[in-house]
């Protein structure tokens, strides 16, 4: 597509499930980054990805969170065991891939609720 | 630490010009972005400085002073549909982005 697509849109789980958050970058955009933005509250990064490099993870605020780039492509963010404060909009966003003074593209995010 | 500071809240008239201001310190400096972001939606790209000075795009403008780790972004002619939250990001020394809480713009008839 022409824009970074994540799915779902909204998720709503009961607390101690586990969810998985999709993102398809631009294509050609080999860096992408993973945000929470909570209710009025600015980005929180999360984690980086860059090509094959070893991801940047130093924005995880738990070791429940991970996420996954396959095929240098598409990207899962995985939150076990999900926590009431970790409901927020989960936003992807994906840039050329020189350094990040590269304009980022977002995604529409996915709205996250834990009952 | 890392710290961007932007006022939380601003209101402006439509028709009016409007300055939203943005600081920071930070661990080097190798851009700063402002952000559009409505109620609800991504963050969209307004603008990028690395160099100091004004830098014009239509009704938006942005500036940035390196010595005073300054910037401020100016809205002309405000329209009721620029009534958004406005984010300001800084790349520091290891090309991370740094984002600013962002300041809720509120426009009036």
């Known amino acids: 597509g022409a824009g970074v697509s994540q799915s779902p849109s909204n998720k709503v789980t009961e607390k101690g499930k586990d969810v998985e958050l999709r993102c398809d970058p631009i294509s050609g955009h080999t860096a992408l980054y993973w945000y929470r933005q909570s209710l009025g509250q600015g980005l929180e990064f999360l984690i980086y990805f860059q090509g094959n490099s070893a991801p940047d993870k130093s924005g995880l605020p738990s070791d429940r969170f991970s996420a996954e780039r396959t095929g240098g492509s598409v990207s899962t963010l995985t939150i076990q065991r999900t926590q009431q404060e970790d409901s927020a909009v989960y936003l992807c966003?994906?840039?050329?891939?020189?350094?990040?003074?590269?304009?980022?593209?977002f995604g529409p995010g996915t709205r996250l609720t834990v009952l | 630490g890392q710290n961007i500071d932007q006022p939380t809240e601003m209101t402006a008239t439509e028709g009016a010009i409007v300055q939203i201001n943005c600081t920071y310190q930070t661990s080097g400096f190798n851009g700063l972005f402002w952000y559009q972001q409505h109620a609800g939606e991504a963050p969209t790209f307004l603008s990028y400085n690395v160099l100091d000075g004004l830098e014009e795009k239509g009704r938006f403008s942005s500036f940035l002073s390196r010595s005073k780790g300054y910037s401020y972004l100016l809205l002309k002619e405000l329209q009721m549909k620029d009534s958004a939250s406005y984010l300001c990001?800084?790349?520091?020394?290891?090309?991370?982005?740094?984002w600013g809480a962002g300041t809720k713009l509120i426009i009036k008839p």
């Open positions: 990001a800084v790349v520091d020394s290891n090309y991370q982005l740094i």
């Open positions: 966003a994906s840039s050329l891939p020189l350094a990040s003074t590269d304009t980022q593209y």
